[in-house]
């Protein structure tokens, strides 16, 4: 190990990096505010998915049968769900049964001792593996012989599903424009940076240092912009994680969020990734840009 | 050592700064370009150490085919070669030890290396005794000494000189041609373009002259006007 090489090239890069400190106070702010967002974003969507996955599986299909069903047609289509891969479970509610839960339901709201006769047929109460297979198994079922009406909260399904698509999208925008504010922020400090460092970077390609060379420095300066930054928010998050979160359940009741969810130690890592690769891109097309010129 | 041939250089505003010049300098010779302002003297070391390529025209540096080369290739074509300035470019806040180093240590030399060569290039150049300061302590010729030993220091064979004494007065400016002059009798090749007549008659080296981007003179131990001696001239 040739220490002075070392020593030479970290002074590089400090004398770089403290050259123009306001700029990287700015960058490394940058880059901290677009991390904590898109940190919070994801912890939130984390938890959220897991909280549409927990409706999800309340989410029933009620399969009414017909009045007049035999018992080799239950029988049948007991084998018939098991077989479907789609299913996770079938439970057969006898139409005494459908009646009592009917009751319970509308206790308060109607009398339902006014029903002097069931008018319920026996039902299966099925339930699938994902949100999105509802609407087709539904209208399988439908297909199946001593089956009737099909009925599910499809308004809710839809709702459901449509929320999912719309996080996801929302996402990748935010997330996008998160990188790209950052991006331009690193790299119009690097910019600045090359500029104040011109004399040095003609010396060297005068003297045949390499372009590698001649980017190092830069490419050390954006992964550091990047690094402190995102270990800035991570604190941040973290801060927020034992404050505002637990406001923010209390004052949010009505939505079930689920922290536990959340794989905490892979999360860090990704935004101490995220933040070091745009600190990294961004310096690299930065002084390439410059030295192609 | 250095090959032009049928080199001709257009700038893309249109100006021709060099139109279909051939050139042959052997290894260990010391050659003045002269020329009015203007006339492409810059242009042409320019292309020697691959700032510019021209538009026509083969080069050839130290057997490196310069007028071809890959921008990946450039650095290794300028570790054989050692360009100084008029204004010296030397980096203000090293002093002239780190600013001689700073050759070796950005092009990945070993540390035993760079200990070696600068003292002995800083010795070369007489300036041991103010390897610690910066140069803004120095007098002109000594930052322009600082600058030789910088161009110095990995070894060329070839050291291109543009205008080196442009901004000295003639005391400075002796030194730093005897100082090349030395530099050339250890063998490395020396290409000096200048506009000083005194520097140029009195050396009684090989002179190139540009008129407007030709070569109109080319003259083993010439002067600086139409490569004729003074006397030649008067008795002529
Ligand atoms: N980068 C450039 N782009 C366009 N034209 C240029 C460029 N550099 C030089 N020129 C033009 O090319 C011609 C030759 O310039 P050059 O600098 O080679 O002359 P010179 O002989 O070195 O002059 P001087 O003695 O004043 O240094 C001039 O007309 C100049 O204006
Ligand atoms: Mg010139």
């Known amino acids: ?293 | 050592m250095i090959s032009l041939r049928g080199v001709s250089l257009l700038y893309p505003n249109g100006v021709r700064a060099l139109d279909d010049v051939s050139l042959e300098i052997a290894k260990g010779e010391f050659v003045f370009l002269v020329g009015h302002s203007g006339t492409g003297k810059s242009s042409l070391l320019r292309l020697l150490y691959r700032e510019t390529r021209p538009t026509a025209g083969d080069i050839t540096v130290d057997g490196i085919r310069v007028d071809h080369l890959t921008s990946m290739r450039v650095p290794a074509l300028r570790r054989h070669l050692g360009v100084v300035f008029q204004d010296f470019k030397l980096l203000p806040d090293k002093t002239v030890w780190e600013n001689v180093a700073f050759a070796m240590q950005v092009t990945g030399a070993p540390t035993k290396d760079i200990m070696r060569q600068v003292p002995r290039a800083l010795d070369l150049v007489g300036l041991s005794h103010r390897s610690r300061m910066y140069p803004d302590e120095l007098s002109g010729g000594e930052q322009q000494r600082t600058a030789i030993a910088r161009a110095l220091v990995n070894n060329p064979k070839i050291l291109l000189c543009d205008e080196p004494t442009g901004n000295l007065d003639p005391a400075n400016t002796t030194e730093i041609v005897d100082l090349l002059l030395r530099i050339n009798l250890k063998g490395t090749t020396v290409v000096v373009a200048t506009h000083n007549q005194a520097v140029v008659d009195r050396m009684r080296r090989r002179v190139v002259r540009l008129d407007n981007g030709k070569i109109t003179t080319d003259k083993e131990r010439g002067y600086y006007y139409l490569g004729l001696g003074q006397s030649q001239v008067l008795s002529g």
């Open chain 1, 1 to 293: 190990m040739d220490w002075g090489r070392v020593k030479f090239f970290l002074g590089e890069v400090g004398r770089s990096f403290t050259r123009n400190t306001v700029m990287q106070i700015t960058a490394i702010g940058t880059v901290a505010v677009m991390v904590t967002l898109l940190g919070a974003f994801l912890f939130i969507r984390t938890t959220l998915a897991d909280l549409g996955n927990g409706v999800l599986e309340q989410i029933e299909i009620s399969a009414y049968l017909d009045p007049n069903v035999t018992p080799q047609q239950v029988a049948a289509l007991r084998a018939a769900f098991k077989a479907d891969p789609r299913i996770t479970s079938a439970e057969f509610i006898p139409k005494s049964e459908g009646l009592k839960e009917l009751r319970e339901r509308m206790r308060g709201v109607v009398d339902t001792s006014l029903l002097t006769q069931n008018p319920l047929p026996d039902k299966f109460r099925i339930r699938v593996r994902a949100p999105e297979l509802v609407p087709a198994v539904a209208a399988d079922l439908h297909r199946l012989n001593g089956i009737g009406n099909v009925v599910y909260g499809q308004a809710l399904v839809e709702r459901l599903l449509r929320l999912g698509i719309v996080l996801r999208r929302i996402g990748m925008v935010l997330i996008g424009v998160f990188l790209i504010v950052a991006g331009i922020i690193i790299s119009n400090t690097t910019r600045l940076a090359v500029y104040a460092r011109r004399r040095e970077i003609a010396i060297m390609q005068l003297v045949g240092a390499t372009n590698l060379y001649v980017r190092m420095p830069f490419i050390c300066e954006g992964l550091i912009d990047g690094l402190i930054g995102a270990i800035a928010a991570i604190i941040v998050l973290g801060v927020a994680r034992v404050t505002v979160w637990p406001r923010m359940l209390e004052a949010l009741p009505f939505v079930q969020f689920n922290a536990a969810v959340v794989d905490l130690p892979s999360l860090v890592l990704q935004l101490l990734l995220v933040g070091g690769i745009v600190g990294v891109l961004a310096a690299w097309i930065s002084v390439g840009r410059y030295l192609q010129t």
